[in-house]
């Protein structure tokens, strides 16, 4: 039987269920602060991936996120929150959970058992695609029907797992491994595992966009201002980055249709809407590359 480390028992919680409320709380936070370092750990794993995944976006390659219960439910909240904060097109970054989508919601017993149904999700995937299986056991046979199929397409595979002993880390092309140990209640991994798969997943799909150019500085530059917080920022943002005031700022995103990059370069290079879009066609909407070619003339 394959060895799975997230269901040891931990021995620094074994009498929390005798533990005041508030030591419980205490207890719980010792067994948090373990989780931001085990991640650093994997920081040079991680930024491999991240460089994986720029490369497929900029050769017009996606990512997909699988997984089963909990981390398919992370995968899916990762890739849900990509297009309103990079303004991407939701097909770029998705993510498909064992069970389909009544297992976002509630528990789909035995999904993740099933080699043949991750084969056949993962028949979405292209020879240009990266696929990202997320699991703390890194055992679920879906996971393995995924990744073999995505060996027969072509596309590359990263594990993001908490046991090197995994079935996912022999199997896929590059592996992220955060080793949290025990949880505070055995086997139950929604906890110090899966805080571990959302920061990672938060690097890898930030840190990809930010290669591709979805950024300036720390700015949320390709942000969709549907509402009024965002259009607040999208003010904000193009008064600091631009220089000018809110009032200025505005008025240029009320002109390009709130198109922070563009408002930027109608203000910054006095052009108007079509120029200024024309111009980041140019430099492939990287503004970074706009800017320092201005600078440098």
């Not at 269901?7 to 602060?33: A, G, Q």
């Amino acid at each position: 039987m394959t060895e799975v480390i997230t269901e040891y028992r931990n021995e620094n919680t074994k009498d929390i269920d005798l533990l005041s409320t508030i030591d419980m709380v205490r207890k719980m936070n010792e067994e948090d602060l373990i989780v931001a370092k085990v991640v650093g750990d994997e920081a040079a794993n991680i930024a491999a991936a991240i460089d994986i995944i720029a490369k497929a976006f900029l050769k017009g390659g996606r990512l997909f996120y699988f997984g089963a219960g909990t981390s398919g439910r992370l995968g899916i909240l990762d890739a849900s929150e990509c297009p309103p904060t990079f303004s991407v097109n939701p097909e770029m970054v998705q993510g498909k959970i064992a069970g389909g989508e009544k297992a976002i919601l509630t528990a789909v017993e035995g999904a993740e058992d099933s080699f043949g149904a991750g084969k056949e999700d993962a028949k979405i995937l292209t020879d240009k695609d990266v696929c990202v299986v997320i699991s703390a056991s890194g055992n679920p046979k879906y996971l393995l029907g995924v990744l073999e199929q995505a060996d027969e397409t072509g596309a590359a595979t990263i594990a993001v797992t908490c046991n090197s002993k995994g079935m996912i880390a022999q199997e896929a092309g590059h592996v992220i491994c955060a080793e949290v140990g025990p949880e505070v209640i055995a086997g139950s991994s929604r906890l110090k595992a899966g805080t571990a798969q959302k920061m990672i997943l938060n690097m890898l799909s930030t840190g990809a966009m930010i290669k591709i150019g979805k950024t300036y500085e720390n700015f949320m530059i390709d942000l969709k201002a549907v509402n009024e917080k965002l259009k607040d920022r999208a003010i904000r943002i193009v008064s600091q980055i631009a220089h000018v005031s809110n009032s200025e700022a505005l008025a240029a995103l009320l002109k390009c249709d709130w198109e922070i990059k563009t408002s930027i370069i109608m203000i910054t290079m006095k052009k108007n809407v079509e120029d200024a879009r024309h111009e980041l066609k140019k430099y492939g909407g990287v503004l970074r590359r706009i800017i320092n070619a201005e600078t440098t003339v």
